[in-house]
């Protein structure tokens, strides 16, 4: 079945360290987005793809890099400057002005 | 600049009534897609319901409806017959030209047995 999926469910980091969080999708998808969600704050926008090896920042990049090497695949890091990364973070893909498709969600933890 | 704004964090409804969620939004653009999404506690996003700028009847499916008022920049969400497993956080979205969404900020259903 084609999907979005994202790993790990739950990732615990540490202060200071990076950790990067995967989507893949075999929807064959052009567009690819990470979003941040907090409580009360809907979705917000981190950076978004629509190519290979092209992306963009959105509203809230600071503090995270991406790539897009493959079409299937547009990992997330959360970098140490990222100073409140405690959140849960969907990403999602689409097809030229097609309705979205989820991935089942990372929370995100730092201990 | 494109808004999307939802007014209601919070609702509940009885089981087996209809509920109304608002949502208005703000474009500029003159075409456009308007969706709504479901998320249960779980965290995944569920689509419910597309209405596209230019159609002119208001999208249904199933239990879920979209009212459409185009004047009035309103895209609000109608579940009819409430059930147990409608409880759930529900956003409204839009998007303008181009691939990105807008997302509101969502509203909390709990349906009441």
């Known amino acids: 079945d084609g999907g979005i999926t994202q790993s790990p469910k739950y990732l615990f980091r540490k202060e200071g360290q990076n950790v990067t969080l995967s989507c893949e999708q075999n929807?064959?998808?052009?567009?690819m987005y990470w979003y941040r969600q907090d409580p009360g704050q809907g979705l917000r926008l981190i950076y978004y793809?629509?190519?290979?090896?092209?992306?963009q920042k959105g509203d809230i990049a600071e503090g995270y890099s991406v790539s897009r090497e493959k079409k299937e695949s547009f990992p997330l890091t959360v970098t140490s400057a990222q100073k409140n990364p405690t959140a849960f973070y969907l990403c999602?893909?689409?097809?030229?002005?097609?309705?979205?498709?989820f991935g089942s969600g990372t929370r995100l933890t730092v201990v | 600049a494109q808004k999307i704004t939802q007014t209601q964090p919070g609702m509940f409804v009885q089981e087996k009534e209809a509920v109304t969620l608002d949502c208005t939004y703000d474009t500029s653009d003159q075409s456009y897609g308007l969706f709504w999404y479901k998320q249960p506690s779980s965290g995944e996003m569920i689509f419910l319901i597309y209405q596209g700028s230019y159609d002119e009847q208001n999208a249904t499916e199933g239990r879920y409806s979209l009212n459409f008022q185009k004047a009035r920049k309103s895209a609000n969400l109608v579940i009819s017959a409430s059930q147990l497993g409608d409880s759930a956080m529900y956003f409204c979205a839009m998007r303008p030209t181009g691939n990105q969404f807008y997302f509101g900020t969502g509203t909390s259903l709990t349906v009441i047995p």
């Open positions: 793809s629509q190519i290979v090896n092209d992306f």
């Open positions: 999602a893909s689409s097809f030229r002005g097609e309705g979205y498709t």
């Open positions: 929807l064959n998808h052009d567009a």
